[in-house]
């Protein structure tokens, strides 16, 4: 009874620990975030393209597709000032564990286990801003489905840094049905090289 008793108490301050540091994270990603309106662009984008993929009128496509291309021109340079900004985190706020389940304090006993969210941000927006600075896409089939890559690998490793990658995957799941594995192999070569480099364990 009594080893059940401390396994509670341990499983309990486990839990309150993990609580309060990721209400932390989330706040202070949110401070950056809440001064723009990257997740409700992306939303429109991503119904646009839908939209626009389901078209049978070419006139009215090229239409959708302008429009879209204004969103996308949106969301990049938001995203570049976001990360711009995010940039002036302390390192000690801005070190995100690697292991797949959270842990109390992870980040500061295990620092070489880490990678640096600021760092990731800032790959992000230059995949993004890449990917949307293209003029004239071979096709905008793969235009769009690129981009859309790029904004939900972005927007995993957001959750990433405020849960875990286990629960970031999980979302992506439950709200793309996209693995993580998918998401990393659909971006850029160049996103995709810089983003492994950053995230997986140093061998």
């Known amino acids: 009874m009594d080893i059940f008793l401390i396994a509670v108490f341990i499983a309990t301050g486990v839990y309150l620990l993990n609580t309060q540091e990721q209400r932390k994270r989330i706040a202070l990603l949110a401070s950056h975030l809440g001064q723009y309106q990257i997740e ?38 938001q995203f570049s000032r976001f990360a711009a900004g995010f940039a002036a985190v302390e390192e000690a706020e801005a070190r995100v564990s690697r292991w797949a389940v959270p842990l109390p304090l992870a980040t500061r006993l295990f620092p070489r286990a880490t990678f640096d969210m600021r760092q990731a941000l800032a790959l992000h927006a230059q995949g993004i801003a890449r990917q949307v600075a293209d003029p004239a896409p071979a096709s905008l089939r793969d235009h769009a ?47 995709r090289r810089a983003y492994l480099a950053l995230v997986q364990e140093n061998s």
């Open 145 to 191: 489905f690129t981009l859309s890559a790029e904004l939900f690998l972005m927007q995993h490793t957001c959750h990433w840094f405020c849960k875990s990658k286990a629960i970031a995957t999980a979302r992506m799941l439950a709200r793309h049905q996209t693995p993580h594995a998918q998401l990393v192999a659909s971006v850029s070569p160049e996103t």
């Open 40 to 77: 409700k662009r992306m939303e429109t984008l991503t119904e646009g393209y839908l939209r626009a993929l389901g078209e049978t009128d070419p006139q009215r496509q090229a239409q959708i597709w302008q429009l879209l291309r204004n969103t996308e021109l949106q969301i990049s340079e």
